[in-house]
């Protein structure tokens, strides 16, 4: 399943993303996108060997720092990358030294791949020295998932076209920044048997961290020189280089702060000192994450974009979730950017956390355990505005004090600098995170931290509400005045429908928690009372404001007021700025957008989206057209606020908006990898992720959550033709595998049901064979008369279509860089049998590493992925078409058995995702043909036994997988290739399903009659 990006030089599988040009106007947004990370820490996607301009950064989790009187942000980590090549010539004595970088020499060839299976980023190069030298180096690494302390690179080394002597230069750079600013001071360096050693500590938190590292090298002999320049310690490796030779080169980091431990280098050096091999840390590491994507993927078929870019971003929120430290939680930008200076916002309560909560149940307490830490943060806020409780601060930091900017400068050396207002009025989250803390305890059950932690946040910010809001003695009315609604275009308002009516919920639900805790634990309750003064003054004064408070509601129509006054403002018709490409405040102006009916992202429609799931008021279907109808063509979805689009996909596609559902969808999903809003390179937009999974999961999906457990109401996109995935829910796990047209509701898997087969006959044609085996069914007399056959599987090339001739210009291109002979005969031979299996069939003898021959299958692979995203449906083979639809309306099931891992795309390119029902590609077996696993696993997929399934194949292989599999085998081609199977046939030209049948049943009897 492959799609190229827009202008990102992109291809898109099912699990990878590569990159196939080196575009260095796109560097900074590139290093976002490549981002790696383990929930410990985050770095972005930058070089090993560097590059002019460049802004490599590693963040972790809780490292914080101050930039004296300005400001707070997440400490820019010593880098562990570097790792540099030196090319030096023909001899030792030889003067002339090449760096490898991109900036000077040529590249011949470059291939970037993100697995986001294995958190694995891998580079593949061809490079040529200015001197004319030509190398081929191949860099791996990944922050291992099994231990997140650990950081692993590998690079293998290739000279193409020289013998000489080749320098590998590893190190620690201790002097990171943020943006000009370096938070750490060296406290010491140094080496031992294992490598080397740096220790550093942030200039104002004076958090200590310790980092080790050590390399290795196989392949060649070479000395170890340790070099301990302040603050930049190396190892170098020196050896002699043969051509067509490959040398790896392994480094692996160590990581502490004292955050974890009070002794930090000693941790980095102990841990060192006991780590195996790189192949021995991948397989754990793959491990790790092949148990999480258990719990977390999402299976998307009909749409490769859509299922690429969403595991995509639940990949970044991953690797950002933290999963053994609960006094952090996940920033704006999660850990890939210097956006928003690494602070956190409602962003993760409300966009990021449901993610986790029915995925990851125990990052998801990790994350709301972090705003108990940090209620003394927020009690002070209180303080110092006047309040009473618990006031959230809205960008928060490690200790929960307020750290919004108070001015923002402005880009024009003579415009004047811009005052964020968000810190002093924009006190909607003091709901946001109560609302997250019992949405988590109703999914889990987890009393035990409602009782010592949840309880304690959603009390003390009630409290803050009770001294918040004001009595209007002539309404008779309860207001909140002077405040930022979710819509931030206006800046200064009164009686916010989403801020009163989501303080007026958290009220409710802090009533019902002290009744719970009262009844359940009532030690707790009396400490929490004394602690946080819940008198029962207190909670009489929260019943008053939940039945007096003020909300802008026309009961008639169910038109919500944005916010006191919103109706009076300028009317903007956003339709006659088609075309922009800034915001509509940029267009406008601050001052004129408050006053104009241009809202920056969904405010009402958020409201009734956060009410939609248990029905509270003011949410119902009439509130929601009637608000959709007035406030969505007023949102400045596409410029406005990243957070918006992904509500929007969720609402329109509860309203049966389904075209209007896939265009913001589409918008939210690929925001990074496309760089839609131009701002990929100050990190990943990790609200935006937790978006599209909500409206992947309760949009398209339709979850709604009862007490009998989630159920599915599904109003898939066009196109999807299947949606799987998985939900935790108050301690067990429902399955989901959703498809087109099938309705389902509640959990387990849909399988298609097969219609009664017709008994028409008509003429035969092509050639039978009963000495094949027959296919074992229940019962004897059932073969006789007629076999049970429910299911079709299909190979691609050369039965559907035919991609021999990309197959083979692909393999040509490789062969011809090679230097290896190749033709159409030799190409004939590789029919049927694997990626793998076809190059070593083409390389013979010749001596290749397997570093080698892993990269040509890619570069191969890279090659036809290219030429099959030019396939249409008039690719499909004569006949092809008529028989898939002749056995869809038999009841006949469908699946594809391919051995290639892009038959997902060379389906979708065809135009049939909607006939097939399964497919089993390279992905999904690990022996290829003629194994029969392939085809056991499509059987299986269909819930097919395999004497119930015909295998159509055109290769001696895939014939021979099918009879062992112990299905009925049909061959198209020459019988010398495929005259074992069942039936014999030129093509599917004029093929029809009762022409089988009879000729099935006749071998069937015939075997029936000489055994």
Known sequence: ??????????????????????????????????????????????????????????????VYDDVPVVYTELANCPDWLPLVVIV???????????????????????DRQLDLRYGLLSRYLRWRSPSGKTIDIHFERFASFADQHVLVQRCHLTPVDFDGVIEVQGSINGYPENQGFNHWEGLDQGKTDQGIWLQCRTRHSRIELGMGATMRISGAEASLQVSTAPGYPTLSMNYLAKSKQTVTVEKIVTIFTSRETETPVSAAREKLAHLPDYATLLRANEQAWDETWQQSDILIEGDSTAAFAVRYNLFQLLIAGSRHDDKVSIPAKTLSGFGYRGHIFWDTEIFMLPFFLFTQPAIARNLLSYRWHTLPGARRKAAHYGYKGAMYAWESAD??????????????????????????????????????????????????????????????????????????????????????????????????????????????????????LAHKFPERAAELEEKLKVTPQERSHWQDIIAKILFLHDSSTELIEQFEGFFQLEDIDLADYQGRDRSMQVILSIEKTNK??????????????????SADFPYNKKALQTNWNYYAP????TYGSS???????????????????????????????????????DGIHGATAGGVWQAVIFGFGGIQLTENGPV??????????????????????????????????????????????????????????????????????????????????????????????????????LADEEGIPFNHQANEELRGISRRASLMHIIGDRPYSEAQIEEMMERKNRYYVESIQNMTPKDLLPGAIAFLDELRQAGIKIAIGSASKNARTVIERLGIADKVDAIADGYSVQQPKPAPDLFLYAAKQLGLEPAQSVVVEDAAAGIEAALVAGMWAIGLGPTERVGAAHIVLPSLEGVTWADLRTKLSNIAKQKACSS
């Not at 600098?417 to 924009?426: K, L, P, T």
């Not at 969720?650 to 131009?678: C, H, P, T, W």
């Not at 092509?766 to 085996?773: A, D, L, M, Y």
């Open 88 to 110: 030096n010539g023909e001899s030792p004595t030889e003067t002339l030294r090449e760096r490898f970088r991109l900036d000077q020499g040529k590249i011949l060839r470059y």
């Open 712 to 813: 599915a109401n599904s109003h898939l996109p066009d196109g999807w033709t299947r949606l799987k995935f998985k939900l935790h829910w108050r301690g067990k796990w429902y399955d989901f595998d959703l498809h087109r047209g099938l309705g389902a509701r509640g959990w387990g898997h849909n399988h298609l049901l097969s219609a009664s087969l017709g008994t028409e006959e008509k003429g035969t044609r092509g050639i039978t064979n009963p000495q094949s085996p027959i296919p074992n069914p229940q019962s004897q007399s059932e073969a006789t008369h007629n076999p049970n056959i429910q299911g079709f599987i299909f190979d691609l090339d050369g039965v559907l279509t035919d991609t021999a001739e990309l197959h083979y210009l692909a393999w040509q291109k």
């Open 399 to 516: 200790t929960g004090d307020e750290v919004t900017p108070r001015w923002g400068l402005n880009n024009d050396f003579y415009g004047e600098d811009v005052r964020i207002w968000c810190r002093d009025r924009e006190i909607h989250i003091n709901a946001d995170i109560p609302y997250a803390a019992w949405n988590y305890w109703q999914a889990t059950g987890d009393d035990e931290w409602m009782q010592q932690r949840g309880a304690e946040i959603i009390l003390d910010a009630a409290i803050f509400w009770g001294s918040r809001v004001e009595f209007n003695s002539e309404r008779q009315q309860y207001e909140i005045r002077g405040v930022i609604g979710v819509d931030e275009y206006h800046e200064f308002v009164h009686n916010n429908a989403f801020t009163n009516r989501m303080a007026q919920w958290h009220l409710e639900k802090a009533i019902a928690v002290y009744d719970w």
């Open 1 to 62: 399943m492959d799609k190229k990006g827009h202008s990102r030089n992109f291809i898109y599988t099912d699990w990878i993303l590569i990159e196939t040009q080196f575009d260095p106007e796109q560097l900074h947004s590139k290093e976002t996108v490549f981002t790696i990370g383990n929930g410990y820490l985050g770095t972005k996607g930058s070089f090993e060997e560097g590059y002019p301009h460049a802004l490599p950064a590693t963040f972790i989790h809780g």
């Open 596 to 613: 104009c009916q241009v809202i920056k992202q969904p405010d009402i429609l958020m409201l009734l989206y956060l009410m939609r799931e």
């Open 643 to 681: 957070l918006g689009p992904a509500v929007h996909a969720i609402l329109a596609s509860d309203l049966g908006k389904s075209a209007e559902a896939y265009e913001v969808f589409m918008q939210a999903l690929m925001v990074d990898l496309e760089d839609n809003r131009g701002n990929t390179s």
């Open 634 to 637: 007023r949102t400045d979805i």
